[in-house]
């Protein structure tokens, strides 16, 4: 048995919520390896709504949660989610939930800095989440960085903080932004290190203990491949390594664990943030999408861009991401649409592309070239089974599966967590 990790296939917002629940059910442990509380889950369980930013989904289902030493995380905003949970009736507590010991903190200079610099773009504004998440991950990597460990040392406190507001109050500065003061700093850490200690541990020892023993592990994506740093539409992407591949650094486990890749997919594309969509509909359609499809941010409360699915582009996100099978979802907001568009490539100043090409102009200029097909009269909301659809609607699929060269391994014809098709088990491999 193997485990499994679930990443967006296209721009975020893929509707992984459900299916990662699902999956979650069926796992021992949920870990969640890049990213922050910029992403945004929507679980639906019964008559309850949990909206999870940076808690792993499994807590939902009872199962042990790990935040992998890969995710930015803002401990105010995490005490804040845990208690917003906890008053629906889920249990976090150090038996349910463990945290990298070595994982990289946000602090609220990161989040003034990342709001001060979109201002300051004007019109070349990412549309970041403001939450922080870029500035705290080029701390990282500057080496700069106040650690989970580091809140049960308060020497090491303050002396990063003195490097740490060097480097970010001469930014913030020159922004025209409010500066930070390192006692407010510091005394805010001191305050909340007793509540965030007792969940630090060496992740990386249980998880493989936990793989020593046969359990299943189920790594939890955020954002998606085509916001990744490397293989996204850069510069108009998060700042982590949205792919399969990063479950394993970012959790501190080897490339062999991973397992299955499940991709997610929505039938149609959306997008949140500025950044090239090259199948963007800004007519009628693009309306009707957004509004069957309830387009708005989980986080950030945003209306999403809406467009037709884009293959070449999914197909690329197969390849760079290491997907073994898709996971399609909102196949029912196409319902009774008389044609259907998909784009299988695009033409740049004259010349034909099988994918979308790394530079920013030529993102930019990227004409989708399209190929239709009929839609379908019947629904396919809450179809269980292929039977259940409308046959053009499985011509549709099996299209996609051609064209992004990967199998459809799953179909999500409603937010009912029942209302799948499962064609195989990613557990099963
Ligand atoms: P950041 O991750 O806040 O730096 O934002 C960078 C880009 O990623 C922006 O275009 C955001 O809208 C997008 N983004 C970040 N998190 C998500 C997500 O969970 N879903 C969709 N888009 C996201």
């Given at each position: 048995m193997g485990n499994v990790a679930v990443i967006g296939a296209q721009w975020g917002d893929e509707g992984k919520g459900k299916v990662v629940d699902w999956l979650a059910s069926r796992a021992d442990i949920v870990v969640r390896f890049q990213g922050g509380h910029n992403a945004g889950h929507t679980l639906v369980v019964g008559n309850e709504t949990y909206k999870l930013s940076l808690l792993p989904s499994g807590l939902v289902r009872g199962k042990l949660g790990i935040i992998g030493n890969g995710v930015v995380i803002d401990p105010e905003a995490l005490l804040a989610e845990i208690e917003r949970v906890r008053a629906q009736g889920l249990r976090v507590d150090p038996e349910t939930l463990r945290i990298a010991e070595n994982a990289v903190l946000i602090l609220p200079v990161h989040s003034a800095l990342d709001r001060a610099r979109e201002d300051a773009r004007g019109?070349?504004?990412?549309?970041?989440?403001?939450?922080?998440i870029g500035p705290a991950y080029e701390d990282k990597v500057a080496r700069r960085a106040i650690r989970?460990?580091?809140?049960?040392e308060p020497e090491t406190i303050a002396d990063k903080l003195d490097e740490l507001l060097l480097h970010h109050n001469t930014l913030l500065r020159g922004l025209g932004a409010a500066t930070f003061s390192k006692q407010e700093l510091y005394d805010r850490l001191l305050a909340i290190a007793p509540k965030i200690?007792?969940?630090?541990?060496?992740v990386w020892e249980r998880l493989d203990e936990a793989r020593r023993a046969g359990k299943r592990i189920l790594f939890e994506g955020a954002q998606a491949v085509m916001l990744?740093?490397?293989?996204?539409?850069y510069p108009f992407v998060t700042s982590s390594n949205t792919v399969a591949a990063t479950a394993a650094s970012g959790s501190g486990t080897g490339p062999s664990s991973i397992g299955t890749v499940l991709g997610i997919a929505k039938a149609y594309t959306t997008r949140v943030g500025a950044g090239p969509f090259p199948t963007e509909l800004h007519d009628d359609i693009g309306k009707q999408l957004g509004e069957r499809g309830h387009e708005f941010g989980t986080v950030t409360g945003r209306r999403r861009r809406c467009g037709w699915f884009n293959a070449a582009m999914v197909r690329q996100a197969v390849k760079v991401g290491g997907i073994h099978g898709l996971a399609l979802?909102?196949?029912?907001?196409?319902?009774?649409?008389p044609e259907l568009h998909i784009c299988t490539g695009y033409m740049i100043d004259g010349k034909a592309f099988r994918h979308l090409p790394a530079g920013q102009a030529a993102q930019a200029a990227a004409q989708p070239v399209y190929e239709v097909m009929e839609g379908w009269q019947g629904s396919c909301r809450g179809a269980r089974s292929w039977a259940a659809l409308p046959a053009q609607a499985i011509k549709y699929v099996r299209r996609i599966e051609e064209l992004v060269e990967a199998p459809v391994t799953l179909v999500s014809t409603?937010?009912?967590?029942?209302d799948t098709i499962l064609v195989r088990d990613p557990f099963e491999g």
């Open positions: 019109d070349r504004r990412i549309g970041t989440t403001g939450r922080g989970i460990c580091d809140l049960a200690l007792p969940f630090a541990e060496p990744d740093v490397d293989h996204g539409t979802t909102k196949l029912d907001v196409l319902d009774g649409f409603s937010p009912e967590r029942d």
